[in-house]
């Protein structure tokens, strides 16, 4: 059987910014990733976002993660040679009806720390002529960032701290044991068992699975993850320098919108949309085209349709929402109440889980630290 201090289900970008905390020369440190490379789902399959902090619930985790997560990624990135833009955003209002929305989101924004600024017409339009808007909400924080990038300076800071990351390797059971746990891995159709003192379940989309098979009833903790999925169409070259900031529209009930999608090598996209599908899907349903360009048209009228194709899909790993559609936190839970000590449960990780990963690392790192 194989040993190690702590195993680190999951190689998305959470997962590797957790080992880059917890490593240290002292601990055996092993991240398990079930595809053959790391950062493969979620991770590489979003908007790169780095999320300014306007609409979580103040005194959320979600909110101040993304807040301190954000001043931390865009210093890592500095530090670290990772390539950024702070673009800021505009989130606009086409008609009356929806500036409601932003003087309650800017009530919000004001409330978390964050700074946003309410713009009439005229404004907003200097700022981005393309748009046509009733009035706008501009977040001045909010940016991109490499993702891979990201994940590389992470993994590289694990790796120079003793961590080993083993892909193609699935856990399909863990089991308790005096020392800690068994982790039951099939490490490419060869079954391997691994001694761990210290388990942490960042698996993204498959992080109640995971839960579950640790022993956790994950519908009575409320650990139930759906598959929401958000599916992207590239815009041609035609749109290029149009806009040179993100343009998101009042958001729909949960989801923030279909919005423009500015990529550090100058692409446009739009999206993502949500479609709660059965299963992971990372097809893009071409059909989708004009609605994708109905919804952006609304605020962007000289865009056409033909310039958009199918371009990415990714799947949110998100928390089953209850009946009344209530407000779901991160869950980042050490399971020692529930008999489980050592095991440390990431769940329903989504936007903004990228913005808040540093945040997320240094959250989990103390939790280690206090059992070492």
């Not at 932003?102 to 748009?131: C, G, Q, T, Y």
């Not at 490419?188 to 761990?196: F, K, L, R, T």
Request: overall charge neutral; some cysteine; glycine content about 10%.
């Amino acid at each position: 059987m194989e040993r190690a201090d702590i195993v680190i289900i999951g190689a998305g970008v959470v997962g590797l910014a957790i080992a880059s905390e917890v490593s240290r020369a002292s601990r055996d440190v092993l991240i398990l990733e079930k595809n053959p490379q790391w950062g493969m789902e979620t991770s590489s399959r979003n908007s790169e976002v780095v999320h300014g902090g306007l609409y979580y619930r103040p005194g959320s985790l979600k909110a101040e993660a993304s807040r301190s997560g954000r001043e931390r990624i865009y210093a890592l990135a500095e530090e670290n040679g990772i390539p950024f833009k702070k673009t800021g955003k505009l989130i606009v209002a086409v008609n009356e009806g929806e500036t409601g929305y932003l003087e309650s989101l800017m009530k919000n924004a004001a409330d978390n720390n964050v700074v946003a600024i309410m713009l009439d017409e005229k404004e907003a339009r200097r700022m981005e002529p393309a748009v046509k808007c009733r009035a706008a909400l501009f977040s001045p924080e909010t940016g991109i960032i490499d993702t891979h990038e990201l994940m590389k300076y992470f993994l590289r800071k694990a790796r120079s701290l003793g961590a080993e990351l083993v892909t193609l390797a699935e856990v399909t059971g863990i089991e308790r044991s005096a020392g800690g746990y068994v982790v039951k891995v099939d490490n490419s159709g060869e079954e391997v068992e691994i001694s761990a003192r210290v388990v942490i379940n960042s698996a993204g989309n498959n992080a109640g699975k995971i839960a579950s098979m640790a022993g956790i009833d994950i519908g009575k903790c409320g650990y139930e993850q759906i598959y929401s999925k958000g599916e992207y169409f590239r815009v041609s070259d035609k749109f290029l320098n149009r806009t040179k900031r993100l343009v998101y529209p009042v958001p729909l009930e949960k989801s923030l919108g279909i919005h423009t999608v500015l990529d550090i090598r100058g692409g446009v996209r739009l999206g993502p949309d949500e479609t709660v599908v059965p299963k992971i899907d990372h097809t893009v349903d071409a059909n989708k085209r004009k609605a994708f360009y109905d919804s952006v048209k609304r605020f962007i009228p000289s865009i056409e349709e033909e310039w958009l194709s199918p371009d990415i899909a990714g799947i949110r790993p998100q928390l089953k929402y209850p009946n009344d559609g209530s407000f779901r936190d991160f869950i980042i839970s050490h399971e020692a109440p529930k008999g489980m000590e050592g095991f440390i449960d990431l769940i329903g990780i989504e936007s903004p889980g990228l913005t808040a990963s540093p945040v997320i690392a240094l959250r989990v790192a103390g939790i280690v630290d206090g059992l070492f």
